[in-house]
């Protein structure tokens, strides 16, 4: 029995590992990672980034992350999203906010999204332009969390994930 859990654990560490080695790292700009993986035999590439800063009153909070996500064989280009690190409060909005122009994502669980391709697509293009973005979001606690990204890289990182992922 302690043979075939010790096993079972094994095999689930491979398998989590061999997942990982299927992502390509394409490169990396300032702050910003462009990457690549295969998803139904389809590429979809991303870029991501961590705050710089992250401001607010929380104990312990994981891993924080902006992220664009091209899907070519969707038509699905420029998607924005954040991973916050906790909970949202349900049923509110995290505001995203680059050079005075603010946009509310729709939150659920711990990630953010633009409501619509039209939204991402204007994020996108503020965000080439900007030196700086803020991710304001509640937490389920409602604790309030100020994130702040360096955009320095992003045009070279949205370059190298759109060269990979680019419209059928």
């Not at 080695?21 to 462009?34: D, F, I, N």
């Not at 295969?38 to 961590?50: H, I, L, Q, R, T």
């Not at 420029?78 to 729709?106: H, M, R």
Request: hydrophobic letters at 40%; glycine letters at 8%.
């Amino acid at each position: 029995m302690l043979l075939r859990s010790l096993a079972a654990v094994l095999i689930v560490l491979w398998a989590g590992c061999a997942a990982a080695q299927e992502v390509e790292v394409l490169s990396t700009h300032g702050k910003w990672l462009a990457q690549t993986y295969k998803e139904n035999g389809k590429p979809v590439c991303f870029m991501s980034a961590k705050p710089e800063k992250s401001d607010g009153n929380y104990k312990a909070r994981g891993e924080v992350l902006f992220m664009i996500t091209h899907r070519p064989a969707e038509r699905a280009f420029e998607v924005v999203s954040v991973v916050a690190g906790y909970q949202y409060l349900p049923d509110s909005d995290a505001v995203l906010t680059i050079g005075g122009k603010k946009f509310n994502l729709f939150t659920n669980g711990e990630r953010a999204w633009a409501r619509d391709g039209q939204t991402d697509k204007a994020i996108a293009q503020l965000l080439m332009k900007g030196s700086a973005m803020t991710v304001k979001g509640t937490s389920s606690r409602n604790n309030v969390t100020t994130d702040t990204f360096s955009l320095s890289g992003f045009t070279a990182a949205h370059k190298a994930i759109s060269d990979k992922c680019k419209a059928p």
